[in-house]
């Protein structure tokens, strides 16, 4: 008979313990849960992203309402558990009303009437916790709000579209997440810390001083050592805070993210003991029998944890315990490490963030101006604590050697830049089973070796599939390999992943090769290479855009290499007629070319004139034999609307007249898209310059995107989505100037057009390869290529001919034709 299993709390941490449990005894137990929002469990961590709308909510969710029925899990969702009856083994809760937050202490605002409860043979408490308020005046207005959940997302957000002013209470990692999230609602941020520094508890104050420069150079106001005293208003309008030493500052709506506390109350009424939180054993056990806890809500050892990965370590111990699985499994604490993103900016912190003992060894690397601090703190041999902020590219080899206490190496710039000559400092091979290779989910290395040897996973993708590990910011992925690798031998690629088109044998980087060994510069010839002269058709269009990469200017063009698109230079729509896009540079139009554009509308009919996502003007519904003479009289170049290359380059006002412009963004997106300008590669590229970090031209969301920070310095983003796949870029690197901006973005497009897949957009390469990987080679020069790659883009670059001028000297005979009209008298 199955035993009865209530799980109270429905966020990370609960589900995480429900997802353990089956693991080992998918039959043990009837699983209920006790949600207190009205959701499925989601990724808390990932709020900002909604906040700042580059995720859409249901996006962040970890298992939708639909897991819970596959695995036989009952949940009550938006009920709040409010007593354990320890003595008739039930939980009572009570649905929570609509107006009422998860956290909130809603004691009271019940309907008795409605009252739910179930029984138990054991209980698992996963509350979470809940922001904390500090005594501030005026903390009940309207305008005034918390950072906790999806609901307080839309909430802000709703709120922010009629305000121009917003005020974050908390320098933290959450007030700093919020601030970021404000920025895209085109509001006023300031971010009021009442310590002397930002992110207290993970950086120290030289780091805390850096990051403070930063924020400010994107824009955001910083202020520090003020404690709010009240948030003043008129008639209930919020106007702005006042601080306890009399100064002010103006604010038409206040975000309160100063900290969290636990969750307890559940836990107090039922005779649980509670000191700052819910006090547990190593097994995970509370007091009271059979009743469990773990997360943000346990007190355990005197300490209490706010971080993921304690939450992945104690499931894993509470799972072992109540399944039976392994009796003496015992959670003896957590080495913390935090490794995150702050205002896009990279900072994992490991540990004590200053030294304790006089005989603490501190190693700092620090560079001002690329806001760039590197900090490892050594006790006895070992790390103690380590703060990166800027440049995380060690930060896998330091978290690993963190957690096994591995000796560090007695060149100390080793931990910071790598060994030059000998093995890695860290092989996942030599690692523990419980070792843990993916922080983003979890993922020990125990389960990583299940998946290869128990499941057959031969390869990256097929470990991720099984396990989850590589699916979070995917800087894991090396280390997978080397497990594979230390199992098998070798590392296994699924076919898709290997060939480069399907009928040609060869992955791309050996097709690239003997292409140039032979050199091969049209379609036919490589298919008379390699495939005996068999033409494969779905192959043809992707060969046709290597060969264009690899040969600029002497590449042989077979039209039946090409889709119809590139044949005729225009975008195909579904009633057979065509689109005209010329290109707007920039977005900058002038008003000769709107009466030129309006003219031919006019005079040819066109059926729609649209503006389009990428700042330019479409002409739809063009007949094919039309086009030539759009061209002819728009005399404006082509916009590369069809094809696989680059697009466009979407841009802000920049400083031209924006009020918060940093950067000029309109000279550098017409500088960037007079250069660019036809470049072809495996998929299109849309770009686009912000001139401040307000992105207001969703450059972070584009497959390359400039956004100017302040002191003429661009941050450059790369792998960014906003279609079927919505992801925010990767920073690549900080770049001065529009001269360095534009030659990193062309060095980046050069080893896209030659290492990716084709029909591979940036965010699958860019996910694929690793943001790490490609600093490394991109900007560090780790594999002595950048000149190479800077002198194959120009090389494109020199070979680019307006396509629209085959209007006056068509390719190929008929090439605008219409199709031929056949009457009944023909046959």
């Known amino acids: 008979m199955q035993k009865r299993l209530v799980i109270i709390g429905n966020g990370m941490a609960g589900a995480?313990?429900?997802?353990?449990?089956?693991?080992?005894?998918?039959?043990?137990?009837?699983?209920?849960m006790f949600g207190a929002e009205p959701y499925g469990n989601y990724n808390r961590i990932l709020l900002s992203n909604v906040l700042n709308q580059s995720q859409r909510p249901e996006e962040i969710f970890l298992n939708p309402l639909t897991w819970y029925r596959e695995n036989g899990i009952f949940l009550y969702s938006g009920v709040k558990a409010v007593r354990i009856d320890t003595a008739l083994r039930c939980v009572v809760g009570y649905p929570l009303p609509a107006e009422v937050n998860a956290y909130d202490f809603c004691d009271g605002l019940f309907d008795r009437e409605a009252v739910v409860t179930e029984p138990y043979d054991h209980i698992i408490i996963a509350t979470g916790s809940r922001p904390f308020v500090p005594p501030i005046e005026g903390?009940?207005?309207?305008?005034?709000?918390?950072?906790?959940?999806?609901?307080?997302?839309?909430?802000?957000?709703?709120?922010?579209?009629?305000?121009?002013?917003?005020?974050?209470?908390?320098?933290?990692?959450?007030?700093?997440?919020?601030a970021r999230g404000l920025l895209t609602h085109n509001v006023e941020v300031t971010v009021v810390e009442a310590g002397g520094q930002l992110m207290h508890a993970q950086l120290d104050e030289e780091s805390g001083q850096m990051l403070k420069r930063?924020?400010?150079?994107?824009?955001?106001?910083?202020v520090v050592n003020s404690r709010t005293k009240r948030i003043r208003h008129d008639d209930g309008k919020i106007t702005g805070l006042e601080f306890q030493d009399e100064t002010s500052v103006e604010a038409d709506m206040v975000i309160i993210s100063a900290g969290i506390r636990p969750i307890t109350?559940?836990?107090?009424?039922?005779?649980?003991?509670?000191?700052?939180?819910i006090v547990c054993d190593d097994r995970m056990r509370t007091n009271v029998p059979e009743v469990f806890a773990l997360g943000e809500c346990v007190e355990h050892r005197g300490k209490m944890y706010g971080l993921v990965d304690p939450i992945w370590e104690q499931a894993r111990v509470l799972a072992d315990i109540v399944t039976g699985t392994d009796p003496q499994a015992r959670y003896e604490g957590s080495k913390t490490a935090t490794k995150l993103k702050v205002?896009?900016?990279?900072?994992?912190?490991v540990g004590v963030k200053e030294a304790e003992k006089p005989s603490d060894e501190t190693v700092v690397y620090r560079e001002p101006k690329r806001n760039i601090y590197k900090k490892v703190i050594i006790r006895d041999e070992k790390i103690h604590g380590a703060i990166l902020l800027g440049d995380t590219g060690s930060a896998d080899t330091l978290l690993q050697m963190f957690k096994t206490g591995q000796d560090v190496p007695a060149n100390r710039p080793e931990l910071f830049f790598g060994t030059v000559e000998g093995p890695a400092l860290v092989n996942a091979a030599d690692l523990p089973d419980h070792a843990q290779i993916c922080n983003c989910n979890g993922v020990c290395k125990k389960e990583i070796v299940a998946a290869i040897q128990n499941d057959h996973c031969r390869s990256v993708s097929a470990v991720g599939a099984r396990t989850k590990a590589g699916k979070g910011c995917g800087s894991c992925r090396g280390m997978i390999a080397q497990i594979i690798e230390s199992c098998l031998g070798k590392v296994s690629y699924d076919a898709?992943?290997?060939?480069?088109?399907?009928?040609?044998?060869?992955?791309k980087s050996q097709l690239v090769a003997q292409v140039r060994a032979k050199n091969l510069k049209s379609v036919s010839a490589v298919f008379a290479a390699f495939a005996g002269g068999k033409e494969d058709a779905d192959s043809k269009v992707g060969l046709a855009s290597l060969l264009k990469t690899l040969w600029p200017g002497e590449y042989e063009d077979e039209r039946d290499a090409r889709f119809i698109n590139d044949r005729v230079h225009a975008n195909i729509q579904r009633d057979g007629t065509f689109s005209v896009v010329p290109r707007i540079y920039g977005g900058v139009t002038t008003p000769d070319e709107l009466m030129r554009i309006a003219g031919v509308a006019v005079k040819y009919q066109v059926k729609m004139v649209k503006i389009t996502g990428g700042q330019r003007i479409d002409l739809l519904g063009v007949q094919k034999p039309v086009l030539p003479l759009i061209w002819k009289e728009l005399g404006m170049p082509s916009g590369h609307a069809y094809t696989k290359a680059f697009r466009t380059c979407k841009s802000c006002v920049g400083t031209d007249f924006c009020?918060?412009?940093?950067?000029?963004?309109?000279?550098?997106?017409?500088?960037?898209?007079?250069?660019?300008?036809?470049?072809?590669?495996?998929?299109k590229m849309k770009l686009a310059t912000a001139g401040c970090p307000r992105n207001c031209s969703e450059a972070y969301v584009k497959d390359i995107g400039a956004v100017a920070i302040g002191e003429d310095k661009?941050?450059?983003?790369?792998?960014?989505?906003?279609?079927?796949?919505v992801r925010k870029g990767d920073l690549l690197c900080t770049a001065r100037g529009h001269e360095e901006t534009v030659r990193v973005i062309g060095r980046f497009m050069q080893y896209y057009r030659e290492h990716a897949k084709y029909m591979e957009r940036t965010y699958g390469f860019v996910g694929r390869v690793g943001i790490d990987v490609l600093k490394s080679v991109l900007i560090e020069d780790s594999l002595g290529i950048c000149a190479r790659l800077d002198a194959r883009i120009q090389e494109a670059v020199e070979a680019y001919r307006d396509p629209w001028r085959e209007a006056q000297e068509p390719a190929y005979e008929h090439q605008f034709a219409g199709p031929k009209r056949i009457s009944l008298a023909e046959g």
Request: proline share 4%.
């Open 16 to 32: 995480r313990a429900a997802e353990e449990i089956l693991k080992r005894a998918p039959e043990m137990f009837k699983i209920v």
């Open 139 to 178: 903390q009940n207005l309207p305008g005034v709000f918390l950072f906790r959940t999806i609901d307080d997302c839309r909430r802000i957000g709703e709120f922010a579209a009629g305000c121009r002013k917003a005020v974050v209470i908390g320098g933290g990692l959450l007030g700093l997440e919020a």
């Open 214 to 222: 930063t924020m400010e150079a994107m824009g955001i106001s910083v």
């Open 265 to 277: 109350e559940v836990a107090q009424v039922s005779g649980i003991t509670v000191n700052k939180g």
């Open 343 to 349: 205002m896009g900016v990279d900072l994992v912190s």
């Open 496 to 507: 898709a992943e290997h060939y480069y088109v399907p009928g040609i044998p060869l992955e």
């Open 659 to 683: 009020r918060y412009g940093l950067g000029d963004s309109i000279k550098l997106a017409q500088t960037i898209e007079r250069r660019f300008q036809g470049v072809e590669s495996p998929h």
């Open 714 to 725: 661009w941050e450059i983003y790369i792998g960014g989505a906003a279609g079927g796949t």
